[in-house]
């Protein structure tokens, strides 16, 4: 039997080899954006004059290298689920916030690095949405929807506390997105009416990842999203630490901003601990 489900519960080799090529796209970006932000002008396909906001995209950008990198390699499909719709969704968000920031982007007209950038975001985002839905939903037909032999059941508080995250992510991305003035105004380093839809194309990625794990019983679906999530907050904290001088330190968001990132990192590692120490937690490749 379980042979069976690890059989039935294939990556089909279309999405294998899809988490690849988006794997190796988003390193790139983690370089320009995370590694040496102050040079979007020379580097990326619109200029960024935030170093924190490079940063924060250079972050969201790693935790997703880490994500496909891990399924391209793995041998189940179910543990990707949540975080592959959330792509789907997290694409087809950027596309819109793309459109609607147009006239900020260097169409072309820049240094070579950034004009590979621009077209490389162009066609990256008008294809991903539907490339990456579709391949989704093929994918989705072999997950057996069955707890393997020793998979540990995730508890129902935790699964409606992530239900609960996740509408707290959709309503912020959704004020953010449709109202960036609102986010400008408040966030505790300096945002455009660009960046701010796509810091809320983020959050709506983590709603959507947050809200299929509210559905998913099985510790196995929740390990390589919550191991994404950690890669992410590190990124943060450490690209926070570097670049301290940008936040406005005496506004009140600033510290509510670095809180909930410790915050949900002490609750998702305490959860983590419990749930890889239960019998067959831990057991299993992804």
């Known amino acids: 039997m379980a042979t069976k489900q690890v059989n039935q519960d294939r990556i089909l080799p279309a999405t294998r080899w899809a988490s690849l090529v988006v794997f190796l796209i988003l ?41 496909f990198w891990r399924t391209f390699r793995a041998r189940r499909w179910h543990p990707s689920s949540a975080g592959v719709l959330g792509a789907a969704a997290f694409a087809g968000l950027m596309l819109v916030a793309t459109l609607l920031g147009w006239d900020k982007f260097n169409h072309g007209d820049g240094p070579f690095l950034a004009d590979v950038a621009f077209y490389g975001w162009v ?85 959507v990842g947050a809200l299929m794990l509210s559905f998913e019983p099985r510790w196995s679906g929740w390990r390589l999203l919550v191991q994404t999530f950690f890669v992410a907050t590190a990124l943060l904290l450490v690209g926070a630490i570097r670049e301290w001088s940008e936040f406005d330190q005496g506004a009140l968001c600033t510290w509510l901003y670095l809180g909930s990132l410790v915050a949900a990192d002490i609750a998702l590692l305490l959860l983590y601990r419990r749930m890889e120490n239960k019998p067959g937690g831990s057991s299993g490749e992804l």
Do not use: C, M
Not at 35 to 64: E, N
Not at 150 to 157: E, I, S, W
Not at 168 to 195: C, E, N, Q, Y
């Open 27 to 67: 390193v790139p970006a983690v370089v320009v954006l995370w590694g040496t932000p102050g040079h979007t002008t020379d580097r990326w396909s619109w200029t960024i004059k935030s170093d924190l906001t490079q940063i924060f995209l250079g972050a969201g950008y790693g935790a997703g290298a880490y994500f």
């Open 123 to 207: 066609g990256v985002y008008i294809a991903a949405p539907f490339v990456v839905a579709w391949l989704w939903l093929r994918n989705q037909r072999t997950d057996p929807r069955q707890p393997e032999p020793g998979d540990a059941a995730v508890p129902a508080r935790v699964r409606t506390a992530a239900r609960l995250a996740a509408a707290a992510a959709f309503i912020g991305a959704a004020v953010i997105f449709i109202s960036p003035s609102t986010a400008i105004d408040a966030w505790p380093w300096t945002l455009t009416p660009l960046t701010a839809r796509v810091i809320a194309s983020f959050t709506a990625q983590v709603g």
